[in-house]
């Protein structure tokens, strides 16, 4: 009960809290998924058994998973976290699922651990999305190109407004021998090159060109 309660227990609310739960839950749900996804997809190569796995323990799915089992209700937060709803917050909730798999792996060992995960992940390994539609928009324009042999694309920043911790990103995407720049926007570099190779991709694939927002 006391490692469940520790898992629980957000860093805003004492020194005794989740993160190094949440480490050892992190590393023993990696392995358990790569491990399922070894044996139910024989016919993947490594980079897309990780794209899989990316995919599968990714922030946004334990956050689902972390609100389908009403771990926000369960949360101890400090002042501050509470007042800012902390208890809906997906990086929290999501960091706390994997400290509650850190907390039974301690308490169980990892048949345990590996029985609950793969109840909680019951139905996603059938239906797993195709494995090129995990590659992100950058990569999949590039191959895209390749394949054609023509040139791959070149970004630069347009511009950059807002501040430090609300910054947002223009980012062109720029394809010279189409005559195409394409412009993306995001709250870093990353997100908006991801962005606007992936405008550039739909414009490539429908026949537009010249530049655009």
Known sequence: MALLQTALTHRSAGSINNERL???GDGILNFIIAAELFEHCPELQEGDLSRMRAYLVKGERL???ATKLK???Q??????ELKSGGHHRASILADALEAVFGAIYLDGGYDACRRVVL???SGHFE???KPDELKDPKTRLQEWLQSRQLALPKYKIIKTHGKEHEREFQVACVLPHVDMQIIGKGTSRRKAEQSAASKALENLQTGKTGTQD
């Open 71 to 73: 771990l926000g209700e």
């Open 119 to 121: 109840n909680l992940y």
């Open 75 to 80: 949360m101890q937060l400090g002042t501050g």
């Open 63 to 65: 956050f689902e998973l």
């Open 22 to 24: 949440e480490y050892l």
């Open 127 to 129: 239906h797993l999305p």
